[in-house]
């Protein structure tokens, strides 16, 4: 038993369509349009084969093929949303490849004890309504229903007036009872994969994060008549900071990434020296050491280069994510899977967050990621090959079975 790959390319290809843009990526910002549009034809496709479709609350579609037994379903999934110009693969193929699963298990007439669900996750990426992934945080109770609910656009819409607008506001009872587990296929959005000439991942987990808000408060002066020596240039101190963190980055044993992705420096006159820096901090890594690590380290260079600079350093923002690894069980299942399949087994941790991360707070969960070309996404150019994808659905397919057996 194999997945029909031209059935899920054509599904691919139309689900592009809504809000393709000229340079081939997908413009579906979550509850515009053009995401009522890609959730109508989701739930067209999902009816055509059988099953039936629930929308909670949030408004997260979930579609479900009956097993022989009244037990929690094994879920799989992803988002039909994306970034502003984003790729046609990040999302979608989440949940047209599960949606694939399904249609092979009719094709040939195979049953399941367990229940098969497919989702569609609301507001995965964050972008129009923040904080991202609130779809799948709220119905699995990890985030305050009211936090979603009162989230504005930049147009002064709520994520609930955009929800009725769209006509997908469902019921809180349709939010997920229990899952018995969750798969979801994603691009890797990252080069390791195609640096290793492998098609497909197992992810071990989602990454931890946190971030920080920097500002550094120096002193202004006359870019002519103040010398070198004696300066308290904001900038300059900011510049150590940004180099120091690349080095405690690098240091890091497990998957740790340091990225200074934001900066404003004022005055902001080619002809003054910066009195003013503020600036951001994301760090990542598969291990909490390493973060305690990097957030130690942060406050170090902090004091290091006042003291060096003679400037002000104030470190701000406690938001913070503590790494998810994914469910053993479920990675297993995976795993054995991809050897089914006369795949490689490389294993990787995430650097993106993902519904899954979400979902495997609470229940057991894996993904499996699929090799993204030049490492790109969050982009119009988000390739991923049909041979990788069909490998990739496949191995979601047996998996699906073996955990719904
Ligand atoms: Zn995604």
Request: aromatic share 6%; charged share 25%; with cysteine.
């Amino acid at each position: 038993m194999n997945i029909n790959i031209n059935r899920l390319m054509e599904s691919m290809e139309t689900m592009w369509q809504i809000g393709a843009t000229a340079k081939g990526g997908v413009h579906r910002l979550t509850l515009t349009e053009e995401d009522r549009a890609a959730r109508d034809l989701f739930r067209q496709w999902c009816e055509d084969v059988g099953l039936s479709v629930r929308v909670d609350d949030l408004g997260n579609m979930y579609a479900r093929r009956a097993g022989t037994e009244d037990l929690p379903p094994v879920m799989l999934g992803s988002h039909l949303d994306s970034v502003p110009l984003g790729g046609r693969y990040d999302g979608p193929l989440g949940v047209l490849t599960a949606l694939e699963v399904v249609r092979t298990l009719n094709d040939h007439g195979i049953e399941t004890k367990h229940p098969l669900e497919v989702v569609n996750w609301s507001n995965e990426e964050g972008h129009r309504f923040n904080p991202g992934l609130f779809g799948s945080s709220v119905a699995i109770g990890t985030r305050e229903a009211e936090v979603a609910f009162t989230a504005i656009d930049d147009d002064g819409i709520s994520y609930r007036d955009a929800l009725m607008r769209i006509g997908y506001a469902g019921e809180i009872a349709n939010r997920p009872a229990d899952i018995h587990a969750y798969l979801e296929i994603h691009i890797e959005q990252g080069p390791v994969l195609e640096a290793e000439n492998i098609p497909v991942g197992l992810v071990q987990g989602i990454n931890g994060q946190f971030w920080r808000e920097v500002t550094v408060i120096g002193r202004p002066g006359h870019a002519g008549a103040n010398p070198m020596q004696g300066r308290a240039d904001a900038l300059v101190a900011a510049s150590r900071m940004v180099l120091g963190l690349r080095e405690l980055a690098l240091r890091s044993v497990g998957y740790g990434v340091v990225t200074v992705g934001k900066m404003s420096v004022a005055p902001g006159a080619m002809n003054i020296v910066p009195a003013r820096v503020e600036f951001t901090i994301d760090a990542r890594a598969a291990g909490a050491e390493d973060l305690a690590t990097f957030d130690a380290g942060i406050i170090e260079l902090a004091r290091d280069a006042e003291q060096a600079e003679g400037v002000a350093i104030t470190v701000a923002g406690t938001e913070a994510y503590p790494p998810i690894p994914f469910d053993a069980e479920v990675m297993n299942t995976i795993r054995e899977a991809m050897v089914t399949e006369g795949l490689p087994v490389r294993e990787l941790w995430s650097g993106g967050g993902h519904d899954a991360g979400v979902v495997g707070l609470r229940w057991p969960a894996g993904m499996i990621f699929v090799r993204s070309k030049d490492g790109l996404s969050h982009a119009e150019a988000e390739y991923s090959s049909p041979e990788d994808i069909e490998a990739a659905t496949n191995v979601l397919l047996r998996a699906a079975v073996e955990l719904a057996r």
